[in-house]
């Protein structure tokens, strides 16, 4: 039976929902090994093998390959697959190629896409022989790993033909406007990304610090510029309408938000009659740094154990400093630094402990909401790691806990 078949009847993913009572043990290490020796998306020669970035999206609970000249540039109605393998070492020591599987769900990923991508990349990190940092990405909140490595992100409504849903984008009425907002992710940051963001094509939905893009599918692509936005952004917007006007002959224009002209463009998003002082709406995507500030939550450490015959969690440190020697190889812990949460998997942890470390993080984020501790919590970046596999970003915050 092929792998996707039980899927196609699963009406919410929801890993609560999930029999994980194997997931973990040595059967289940084999079986995904072999079955992931038949993937073609990993048998390339090039995978686990060779420095990178490799892009796959699912679609029809396949794994396909995202064109490279594509890289950055994401539906939100589509789940993806990202690797990056890097080197590690010096000269005085023998590079050691590690890896990142980043899985990045839409906001408007379907059920099935979203389960297929997370069971996928369970199987890849199997394909790498357990060595890789696996990381949940969200679209609304990304972490600064995953932003690092797309210097410019471009965010589109949308998605790829599935089983339950499909958006296509081609055969969208051309009264349809098509708004895009530019902007520095996160705000401020020396290294920020350009992220280009497909929003609702309304006047609320522009912004006084950002730049803008209307094509309304007319003759005319117009240019919005906030009274606040920076030259990397207006840089960056020129950039967009020449791709744009590169598969169409269209007139451009320019308007700064200071002339009067330019309520031009709110007329056109249905802001004709509108009365305001000013525009001021929130970026799509959230900052995990901000979100950690707005809500702050102290550093805590806990230790998954069935060492003493049953299931315990329980908490080892809460706001005390954290260290390498605080966390032991016969166990699982879940470090919560505020900002993010890490799952440390030591080599010596049970079946038990490494099945159902999943559901425990779960359980935690939930207690977190009830507790109305975190705000956004739910949005912040999980990621495991396994002893002696550590990524540098698990180290660097480690050393910022210390």
Not at 270 to 291: E, F, T, V
Not at 369 to 387: D, F, K, M, N, S
Request: glycine share 6%; aromatic share 8%; net charge negative.
């Amino acid at each position: 039976m092929p792998p996707h078949e039980g899927l196609t009847h699963l009406k919410e993913y929801d890993i609560k929902d999930s029999n994980v009572e194997l997931i973990g043990s040595d059967i289940d290490h084999k079986v995904k090994y072999r079955s992931a020796q038949t993937e073609p998306a990993w048998n390339d020669g090039k995978v686990g093998q060779v420095a990178g970035l490799h892009i796959w999206r699912i679609e029809n609970f396949e794994v396909i390959i995202w064109p490279h000249d594509k890289a950055g540039e994401f539906y939100d109605g589509d789940s993806y697959i990202v690797l990056h393998s890097y080197k590690v070492g010096n000269k005085d020591r023998e590079e050691k190629l590690c890896h990142d599987i980043f899985f990045w769900l839409g906001s408007k990923t379907s059920q099935d896409e979203a389960g297929t991508a997370a069971y996928k990349t369970v199987e890849l990190d199997e394909f790498l022989r357990g060595s890789a940092t696996s990381h949940r990405e969200v679209q609304q909140a990304p972490s600064e790993q995953f932003m690092a490595l797309f210097p410019k992100l471009k965010i589109l409504s949308g998605g790829v033909r599935s089983g339950f849903r499909h958006v296509d984008r081609d055969t969208r009425p051309e009264a349809i406007n098509t708004l895009l907002r530019i902007f520095k992710h996160p705000p401020g940051a020396r290294t920020a990304s350009l992220v280009v963001h497909e929003v609702e094509p309304i006047w609320q939905s522009l912004d006084e610090e950002d730049v803008f893009v209307l094509d309304a599918g007319s003759t005319k692509i117009w240019v919005w510029q906030g009274k606040s936005c920076s030259p990397m952004e207006k840089a960056k917007a020129a950039q967009v309408v020449h791709d744009m006007t590169l598969a169409k002959h269209v007139d451009v224009e320019v308007l700064s938000q200071a002339e009067s002209r330019s309520r031009l463009v709110v007329d056109l998003l249905g802001g004709k009659d509108a009365d305001y002082a000013s525009l001021q709406c929130p970026r799509p995507i959230k900052s995990s740094q901000k979100l950690a500030t707005e809500s702050p939550r102290p550093q805590r450490l806990y230790r998954f154990s069935d060492e003493s015959g049953r299931m315990s969690f329980n908490l080892v440190k809460d706001g005390q400093s954290i260290r390498r020697q605080d966390f032991d190889g016969n166990d699982v812990f879940v470090f919560d630094n505020g900002t993010a949460i890490w799952v440390w998997r030591g080599l010596k942890a049970s079946k038990a402990e490494k099945s159902m470390w999943i559901k425990v993080v779960q359980m935690y984020v939930r207690q977190l909401q009830e507790r109305q501790e975190g705000g956004e919590v739910h949005l912040a970046p999980v990621a495991t790691v396994l002893e002696g596999n550590e990524s540098p970003a698990f180290l660097k915050a480690l050393e910022a806990a210390a």
